[in-house]
């Protein structure tokens, strides 16, 4: 729990204290040999100072008043280093602070290293036995801790406490055809609390050995332009890389082509895509962020609504720059970052089509279901690595795929939605901007026309 | 406490919790960071900080524990967890740490940054940027200054120190017209001073230059086998299959590398030469993570693998040679054409700028999306590239290289030429 008081009086001038530390688990089975069996943890103070339109910014990794006063001031000669260089002049930066307290600790005994290695072996061991037949098998086990407790010049005093825990499966397969696939599970919580027995994965793993097998056999897609289904995880992925990215007030100014999109059509009307603080659907998402690293509470940015491009994601100075209101997009990664315009759970939301209603109406396509990684640009235009998919033929789901890529420009594939399906579900990744952060992607399952690179 | 003091103190504190073996690295770094957005200096940025990384091994197990505390009672803290972690573990042979060697230590770069000189290239770069290429918007810029103190100790005597000052700059832009805009592009580069001007780095300028020319693209004319000239800034997408996958521990000891049984065979054709050289470069390193002082390596020779880029660990697992240093830092050596003599001979294919693809499968499988590219024709440069893809298998790709440039680009921390692959499947829309 945060104790604000050796820290008050110290800001003067606007600006942040940051006392921030990360702590992490990294456990890693190869073939059932440990090759990673690590604990980390890397604290420190920060603040930055904001002068006439210049930010400094400094950082040290001890904490305690004295390494308060001391990057406080470090911070504060930098902006004015530069403000008097560049002789800027701003006017006030936008945004009411609040203060509050969000503690996502484990209220159960913490796992133990032996615990969790246990586990990973636990896991390792009933695949090993189970599908003996496998070239290779990594079982990971990643955990991750933020802490940070936060004062600005504003008035915001926030502390919060934000685990995740992960575990991820990957298997190979050799013969003829060598094909691989991975899979985690986890996310929002402390280890203990998202993971009470490995037997529990048994069912997920089991899934994941099934559709390798069918992979393996599979065949490679025909490329170009076609009708696809693309799953809940890959829409999750387009919402945050094609879209989310592209509206970051930053990137706009950096010359994203959404800059003159706004009040715009820019999908289907049939989506609507929301980049979500804390709540969705009546439920916690997958990286909450109720009060944001400038102080600013965490409330829930409408991108896109039935069609219309209706926001960007701000930060207090680009909101500024925009004469729009903040909404607590502002994150930092390590106690050493500057908050940047981040997103946080990004979503296209559910529709009212059955998946199954969904792919019966494709004669000739492809359901994709997981991406391997993504990335977009300013243009929009996308690429995603797909290591799972089912060719569809007649409206049924038919082989497997070997990897694959899609591709498109994001606008226009968003255009080209005629159904969306009424399940949904969250994914978790890390983004990476400067700092890596972690992110919530979510969607539905969405049938759309995307260009497929084939053989 | 210095740095080898810390050092010191954590292999004793290792030991005194029960480890058989230890080894500690420590490194201690200040940063000054000057950023610029959307064309403007926005923040000035000075950091400090301690990365630690303690080993301990006891019954043939390991633990391991990374923490950036230096204070007496956080080193025994964390060498209490680092024995803990490696009690918790399973015995495993081929755990071990460095054998003694002859103490050494390594200088390079400034040692403190020229802060007025960093502000004044920047101004000089956002200033020339607008001039010469007033269509690029400049998304993003980073200069940074990094000096880092290093020592790494173990229990068997080794004791290497290193300390390194080196400038980064990074620079991120679009160009834009109107509504429409170009594909992001970007590049980073290392460099031990600020000499010369920021734009004159790498191919910054070239890169520029070509971004203010991508705003109106169009995709390949249909489907086609062809070949695809790599550029410098670009080749790290497909030559970091072989050094940070198919080369290193994880395949070879999985078993999945596609050249587990392929050390001293032809793998890439005749022209291929490609080594590593950490302790030259600016972007470099002196010590490795398993504790011995970094040497340049052949990983390929005139297309013959030379080198798996093994650690300590990976080569007792395999019970193959472990490298001698920690992989990156590549050069490859020129080829005998010209730029433009490697495009002129294309009769239909692309100049692959920059690659935005899936992770590629574990055999080499891959297919993406150029950007920042060029369709070429009958020897010339046609036009600039949207959605386009380019697929096919790595390990083939440098069986089929047609030829290697005598230009190359030293980015500080590689230096490559334009490589020209063949039997490349190209799609458009």
């Known amino acids: 729990m945060a104790d604000f008081s050796k820290y008050e009086g110290l800001l003067a001038g606007e600006g942040e204290l940051r006392i921030q530390e990360n702590r992490g688990t990294d456990i890693r089975l190869l073939n059932g040999n440990i090759v990673a069996n690590a604990s980390s943890s890397g604290g420190g103070t920060s603040a930055r100072a904001y002068r006439d339109g210049c930010w400094g910014f400094a950082s040290a990794p001890e904490t305690g008043a004295a390494a308060a006063k001391s990057v406080i001031n470090a911070a504060a000669e930098n902006a004015q280093l530069l403000a008097a260089r560049l002789k800027r002049g701003a006017g006030k930066l936008p945004g009411l602070p609040v203060s509050g307290t969000h503690d996502f600790s484990t209220k159960k005994p913490r796992r133990t290293r032996r615990e969790m290695l246990d586990f990973a072996r636990e896991l390792d061991a009933y695949i090993a036995e189970k599908y003996p037949d496998l070239k290779s098998r990594m079982v990971r086990i990643y955990a991750l801790d933020m802490e940070k407790t936060l004062l600005t010049s504003g008035g915001a005093r926030a502390y919060s406490m934000t685990p995740r825990a992960l575990v991820m499966v990957s298997l190979s397969c050799g013969g003829a055809a060598p094909a691989d696939l991975s899979d985690w599970w986890g996310g929002f919580g402390e280890f203990g609390d998202r993971f009470s027995s490995p037997k529990r994965l048994y069912p997920q793993i089991d899934r994941l050995y099934g559709h390798l097998l069918c992979k393996a056999s599979g065949i490679y897609p025909q490329g170009g332009i076609r009708e696809c289904i693309l799953g809940p995880e890959l829409a999750g992925i387009l919402a945050h890389e094609a879209i989310g990215h592209t509206v970051e007030a930053d990137l706009v100014l950096g010359g994203s082509v959404a800059a003159d999109k706004i009040g715009k059509k820019a999908a289907s009307p049939l989506v609507t895509l929301v980049d979500f603080a804390h709540t969705a659907l009546g439920k916690t998402c997958p990286v909450p962020v109720y009060i944001d690293d400038e102080g600013i509470e965490g409330r829930d940015a409408v991108i896109i609504e039935e069609g219309m491009l209706k926001t960007f994601l701000h930060n207090r100075e680009s909101a500024a720059h925009f004469g729009a209101e903040p909404m607590g997009n502002a994150r930092a990664y390590q106690f050493s970052d500057e908050p940047l315009i981040r997103m946080r759970n990004t979503a296209i939301l559910p529709g009212k089509s059955a998946l199954e209603e969904m792919t019966a109406s494709i004669d000739d396509g492809y359901y994709f279901m997981k991406s391997s990684n993504g990335q977009a640009d300013s243009t929009s235009e996308f690429m995603f690595g797909v290591p799972l998919g089912y060719e569809i033929k007649k409206g049924k789901l038919g082989r497997a795929l070997r990897d694959t890529t899609i591709s498109g420009v994001a606008f226009d594939v968003l255009g080209s939605v005629s159904m969306v399906s009424d399940e949904f579900c969250w994914t978790e990744g890390m983004c990476g901007k400067k700092q890596p952060i972690p992110v919530g992607m979510g969607g539905p399952a969405i049938k759309c026309r995307v260009n497929v690179g084939g053989r | ?429």
């Open chain 2, 1 to 429: 406490m210095k740095t080898v003091e810390t050092a010191k103190l954590a292999i004793k504190e290792l030991l005194e919790a029960g480890a058989e073996h230890a080894q500690c690295l420590a490194v201690r770094s200040a940063k000054r960071e000057l950023n610029a957005d959307a064309g403007q200096i926005s923040l000035l940025r000075t950091t400090t900080d301690n990365e630690l990384r303690l080993v301990a091994l006891k019954n043939g197990r390991r633990g391991e524990t990374l923490c950036n505390r230096t204070d007496a009672q956080s080193l025994k803290k964390a060498a209490r967890e680092a024995v803990e972690s490696a009690l918790a573990s399973q015995p495993d042979a081929a755990h071990a740490i460095a054998p003694e060697s002859p103490a050494k230590t390594f200088s390079c770069g400034p040692k403190q940054p020229d802060a007025e000189r960093m502000i004044a290239r920047m101004e000089e770069y956002l200033a020339q940027s607008a001039k010469l290429f007033p269509s690029v918007i400049v998304e993003q810029a980073i200069l940074d200054f990094t000096r880092s103190e290093s020592v790494l100790l173990n229990s068997n005597g080794v004791v290497l120190v290193a300390s390194r000052g080196v400038y980064s700059f990074m620079a991120v832009f679009t160009a834009k017209d109107g509504k429409a805009s170009s594909s992001v592009n970007y590049t980073v580069m290392c460099t031990d001073n600020l000499d010369g001007e920021l734009l004159g780095l790498g191919s910054l300028k070239t890169l520029m230059e070509q971004s203010a020319g991508q705003i109106y693209t169009h995709p390949v004319p249909g489907n086609f086998t062809g070949d695809i000239i790599v550029t410098p800034e670009c080749l790290d997408n497909f030559l970091e299959f072989l050094t940070l996958r198919a080369l290193r521990d994880g395949q070879l000891i999985a078993g999945t590398s596609v050249y587990k049984d392929k050390l001293g065979q032809r793998i890439a054709s005749p022209g291929l030469t490609v080594s590593s050289r950490p302790a030259k470069m600016p972007g470099g390193y002196f010590i490795t993570p398993d504790g011995y002082a970094a040497e340049n390596v052949a990983i390929i020779k005139d297309g013959v693998l030379q080198n798996f880029l093994l650690s300590l660990y990976g080569s007792r697992k395999t019970g193959l040679k472990r490298v001698a240093n920690a992989g990156g830092c590549c050069v490859i050596e020129p080829g005998g054409q010209s730029l433009a003599e490697m495009i002129k001979s294309v009769k239909k294919g692309v100049l692959l700028s920059r690659f935005s693809g899936g992770a590629p499968s574990d055999n080499g499988d891959f297919s993406g999306v150029a950007k920042n590219s060029y369709y070429i024709e009958e020897g010339k440069i046609r036009h600039p590239l949207s959605e386009t893809m380019v697929s096919g298998n790595i390990p083939e790709m440098f069986k089929n290289i047609l030829a290697l440039s005598r230009e190359r680009v030293n980015s500080g921390h590689s230096i490559y030429p334009w490589i020209k692959f063949g039997g490349m499947a190209i799609s458009g829309k």
